[in-house]
C-alpha cells in the first residue's frame, strides 16, 4: 500500500513525524511526504520516501506551483494521506492528492473544524502523550502498533563539518541555541553567554548554532561570553544533524535544533517555559529540562503577555547545574 504523509512544517514537528515514516517502511508500505520549503532538506534523498512533493510555502504561495504538486501526487495513486498537522491547509493537501482515505484525528486539531475534511477520523490518545507517540497512534487507523517507536531516519554524516570545526579549534564542546522559534519560547542571550563561562572553566568550549536572521543574536551570546564561546559556521539542517552529533551536550529552547539534537541522541538540557516538556519534551530518561512555569501553561500562543518574558528570570546557576548532572560533572560553586 502507499500512504502520503501530510506535515508541512515546522522543522521540530518534522523531526517529531520521522518516526512514522519509519514505521511505514518496517511495516511494508511504500511512503510519500509533502512538506513546505523550510524542512525540505530534512527529507531530500531519504532512502525511505518514494516521493517528496515540496508544496509552496503560505507566503510566496503560486497557484502554478500547487498545480504542480498536486499533479506529481495523484500520480502516484496513494490509497491513504495522514495528516499530522490538523490545519485547514494540511487536510487540503491530503485531500487533494486524491487518496482513497484521509486519516486524521477527529478531535483535538489546531484547526477544529477542519475536521470535516477527514474522511476517518481517529480519536486522539488519551492522557498527554508526547508528541511522537501521537502522531505514532495514528498509524492504528492502518493495524499499525508503532507507538513508543523513537527512530529517525535523518540524513547520513555530512563531508566537510569535521574540518569545519576543526578550523574554528573545538575538540570537546557543548552546543548553546539561543534562538528559534518566537520570543515567549527563549532565554536570554546573556544568560547563554554566562553559562558559556562556567563550562569554560568545566573544560568545554561552546559554540552558538543560528539559523537565519539570528547572526546578531549569537553575537550577543558570543559577547557575553567573553572568549568562552564562538559562533557557528552556517549550516544546513543535514550539517547541524553532524555539528550535534559530535557534541557533548546542547543547551536550548523548545525549538527544532533542540528536537534534532534529541534525535541524534545528543545528551541535551532543554529549557522550557509556555510549553510542555511532556508533550515535545526530551524523550530521553538522562536528558534535563529546566523550566519557568507561567500561569497560561501550557500555552502555545505565540503572543502572550502572561508568558512573556517569564524566562527572563531563569537562572543561570539552575542551568548549569543540569548541564553539569547531564554530562556527569561534580557541582561546583553556584553562579548567579
Known amino acids: 500500500m502507499k500512504a502520503l504523509i501530510v506535515r508541512l512544517s515546522s522543522i521540530g514537528d518534522v523531526i517529531h513525524t520521522l518516526p512514522v515514516l519509519h514505521a511505514l517502511h518496517a511495516s511494508g508500505f511504500t511512503a510519500g511526504w509533502v512538506v513546505q520549503p523550510a524542512a525540505r532538506t530534512l527529507l531530500e534523498g531519504q532512502p525511505l520516501l518514494q516521493q517528496l512533493v515540496i508544496a509552496p510555502p503560505t507566503r510566496g504561495f503560486r497557484l502554478p506551483g500547487a498545480r504542480a504538486a498536486v499533479a506529481r501526487l495523484r500520480a502516484e495513486h ?3 494521506a495522514l495528516d499530522f498537522q490538523g490545519l485547514w491547509k494540511s487536510v487540503a493537501w491530503a485531500r487533494a492528492s ?22 476517518q477520523r481517529v480519536s486522539p490518545p488519551a492522557g498527554s502523550p508526547h508528541v511522537i507517540d501521537r502522531n505514532l497512534a495514528l498509524l492504528g487507523a492502518l ?5 513508543g517507536q523513537r527512530e529517525f531516519p535523518l540524513p547520513p554524516a555530512s563531508p566537510g563539518v569535521a574540518d569545519a570545526l576543526a578550523r574554528l579549534g573545538l575538540g570537546d564542546y557543548v552546543v548553546l541555541n539561543p534562538g528559534g522559534g518566537w520570543r515567549g519560547k527563549l532565554w536570554t542571550p546573556e544568560g547563554f553567554g554566562t553559562l558559556a563561562r562556567h563550562m569554560a572553566a568545566d573544560g568545554l568550549r561552546s559554540l552558538v548554532t543560528w539559523g537565519p536572521g539570528e547572526e546578531a543574536l549569537a553575537d550577543r551570546v558570543v559577547a557575553a561570553s567573553f572568549g568562552a564561546a564562538v559562533r557557528c559556521f552556517p549550516t544546513s539542517l543535514p550539517e547541524l544533524a553532524e555539528v550535534l552529533r559530535r557534541a557533548r551536550l546542547m543547551v536550548a529552547a523548545d525549538t527544532g535544533p533542540l528536537h534534532l539534537a534529541c534525535a541524534v541522541r545528543t545528551p541535551v538540557v532543554a ?3 509556555p510549553t510542555d516538556p511532556e508533550r515535545n519534551g526530551p524523550f530521553a530518561a538522562a ?12 500555552c502555545y500562543s505565540r503572543r502572550c503577555r502572561r508568558h512573556e518574558g517569564v524566562l527572563a528570570a531563569l537562572a543561570v546557576s539552575d542551568v548549569l547545574a543540569a548541564a553539569r548532572q547531564r554530562l556527569g560533572t561534580p557541582l561546583r560553586s553556584a553562579c548567579g
Open 98 to 119: 486524491g487518496a482513497a482515505r484521509v486519516v486524521g484525528f477527529g478531535a483535538g486539531r489546531r484547526e477544529p473544524l477542519s475536521s470535516l475534511l477527514v474522511s
Open 271 to 273: 529549557i522550557f517555559g
Open 287 to 298: 536528558d534535563r529540562v529546566v523550566r519557568r512555569v507561567p500561569p497560561c501553561a501550557p
Open 143 to 147: 493495524g499499525i502498533d508503532a507507538v
Open 78 to 80: 496513494y490509497d491513504v
